[in-house]
């Protein structure tokens, strides 16, 4: 595949929102995610309400939300709402109910903060150390679930509160637990729930993967680990396919996938550079998996194939994409994606073949996400843009300035709910309105 500079993709049809009625029933009184339906292939949805976790509801970057703007004003969607004094850090915001949660670097303490929905502060409680080696800033998101808040700092102290008043419930240091190492730029792992389990990713002698009991922290089950791969930067997704339910990572070398009942290693597959940074999630749909590194294997889809012993990971195709603090997006056949150093701009990739379909250059490298046909994106220069996806292409619909200051790393993750955009630069938070 070669970059094509193509703007236009043969008509397609656009599904229509209907995604909530495709997400899988889940039985109140079991203590995994379990869909009833054993057919049922695809991402397993949180079952609680709002936008509980890193990249929404699915972990995959899509909102089933309609009813919103198709093109913004020339000075963007108006302004709800801005606040700061959040410190420094990349992680985005989640919201459940009538709360925010946040994470900030402030001084030399990592902070969890609460605010309301209109942006005032209920509640903030320390987990542990700042980070103050390279790049300085918290990390990973928070996640919510059932009444619950966990969160991993730079240093693997993984905290679970009490989300209306931020008591700590219980803390454990993963790194010591299961013998790992800090890596380079510092653990920024968003930590996923399943059930009553949190799941984490400690890249340890003693367990490359883990699932910890909700109550009390105690281990359930692990992963052994690869050899000498750490940790990475990467987060987990979880899915059904072939009757499975199934998580997938990242180490510092290698895409996995492990049994999420179990924790029984499924498949690997190569995945390396030179600065051991897999940092953008895997994607999954229709049997198929997507792995991307910088420097290094760059963007490879794998049809994963049932055996005896877990699946067979086999190479379907090779894109020239090097993402880094981005993840894709997978909506409707069609992959979306930015590079970092190849190609610094927004691509369309069709998800069975990897070819490019469709390409813009207004916004850079960046995370978006997907709603009411249209993309959102936050770029690494503070650039906020959407696209608006039709069959004509990827159509510019609106861009402006975030943040004036020249910089390059406004990685922060856009988050929607109830037509609401949230937008995070270090200190600050953004509350736009992109209803119609």
């Not at 109140?28 to 695809?42: I, L």
């Not at 709360?99 to 942006?119: N, S």
């Not at 009490?162 to 637990?177: I, S």
Request: glycine share 12%; charged share 20%.
């Amino acid at each position: 595949m070669t970059f094509s500079k193509r703007g236009t993709w043969p008509l397609r049809s656009i599904r229509p929102m209907i995604l909530v009625a495709m997400i899988p029933i889940f039985c109140a009184s079991a203590d995994v995610q379990e869909p009833t339906n054993a057919s049922f292939d695809g991402m397993i949805a949180s079952p609680e309400p709002g936008w509980p976790q890193w990249r929404g509801v699915r972990r995959d970057g899509i909102s089933d939300e309609t009813g919103l703007l198709d093109q913004w004003p020339d000075d963007g969607p108006p302004l709800r709402w801005q606040i700061e004094g959040l410190g420094t850090g990349w992680s985005s915001p989640i919201v459940v109910g009538q709360r925010i949660y946040i994470t900030g670097d402030v001084g030399e303490d990592l902070m969890i903060f609460a605010y309301d929905l209109e942006g005032q502060l209920q509640w903030q409680v320390r987990n542990g150390q700042a980070w103050r080696g390279p790049y300085p800033g918290s990390r990973a998101t928070c996640v919510y679930a059932d009444g619950r808040l966990y969160h991993l700092n730079a240093h693997g102290r993984l905290v679970c509160l009490a989300a209306d008043t931020g008591q700590e419930l219980w803390a454990v240091n993963v790194l010591e637990r299961f013998d790992g190492r800090n890596i380079t730029w510092a653990l920024s792992e968003c930590l996923l729930v399943d059930g009553d389990r949190v799941i984490v990713t400690p890249g340890g002698r003693r367990g490359l993967m883990a699932a910890l009991r909700t109550e009390d922290g105690q281990t359930i089950w692990t992963t052994p680990s690869l050899g000498d791969d750490d940790a990475t930067y990467s987060s987990p997704i979880l899915f059904q396919h072939a009757g499975r339910r199934i998580i997938a990572n990242c180490s510092s070398a290698h895409g996995f996938g492990v049994d999420a009942d179990s924790g029984q290693l499924l498949w690997t597959v190569p995945l390396s550079n030179r600065f051991a940074t897999n940092v953008s999630a895997p994607v999954y749909g229709q049997g198929q998996m997507y792995y991307v590194t910088p420097y290094g294997e760059e963007g490879r889809a794998y049809r994963l194939v049932p055996t005896a012993a877990g699946f067979d990971a086999q190479l379907v195709w090779e894109a020239p994409m090097d993402t880094v603090t981005g993840c894709a997006v997978l909506w409707d056949g069609i992959m979306y994606v930015s590079g970092y150093r190849k190609a610094k701009w927004w691509f369309a990739l069709d998800w069975q073949t990897g070819e490019t379909v469709a390409e813009r250059e207004e916004l850079t490298t960046g995370a978006a996400i997907y709603a009411d046909g249209c993309l959102m994106v936050l770029d690494e220069r503070g650039a906020a843009g959407m696209f608006r996806i039709d069959g004509n292409g990827l159509q510019p619909a609106g861009r402006f300035v975030l943040v004036d200051d020249r910089i390059r790393d406004a990685w922060a993750h856009p988050v929607l709910l109830d037509g609401r955009l949230y937008l995070r630069y270090h200190d600050r938070l953004w509350c736009f309105d992109v209803r119609r």
